[in-house]
């Protein structure tokens, strides 16, 4: 790529199946039942599973402190994924690491902004596990029922395949 020139994503077109020439008043009956049968779809389940419970900046920013400060703002943002993934906090050793308290403002600010930007990004593939390989010796039992879906630095990240 040339200098000047930007790098241009195709983004799927959210449109399609919808026809937006028409005059006002006027709507597609395609569009019309799609939007019903989604109305329906989004009736019939349930409140957890529709809406994610949303976690908090700064306990999410004390995980990605703890989990992976030493990995730059990609690594926060991946372990942010998965963290959104999972929707609590238990389970993540970052959450009760006590050396993020040691850790300068401009370091929580900067898991601040990974936390928000890991909302947009899709690094991680959809992995709902991570493991920093310089502090597993042993493999843990849930690693077998997974995939490697990403690797950055030192952590890998899996995500769990249903039987």
Known sequence: MGPGKTAEIDWPDPLIGYNIDMPKGHYSVRGFTGGCICACLLALT???LAFAREIPVHLASRVLLGEAAD????G??????????RG?????????SRNVYNEPAYMWKMAAKAWEISAYTHY???ADHFLDMRTTANL???VHDCIITFRFKHHVFYRTVRK
Do not use: A, H, N
Not at 71 to 74: E, I, L, Y
Not at 76 to 85: D, Q, S
Not at 88 to 96: C, K, N, P, T
């Open 46 to 48: 349930p409140i957890p």
């Open 71 to 74: 990995q730059g703002m990609k």
């Open 76 to 85: 926060m943002v991946c372990v942010g994924e998965v963290l959104r993934r």
């Open 88 to 96: 609590d906090v238990r389970g993540f050793y970052g959450y009760s």
């Open 124 to 126: 991680t593939k959809g």
């Open 140 to 142: 843990p039992d849930w």
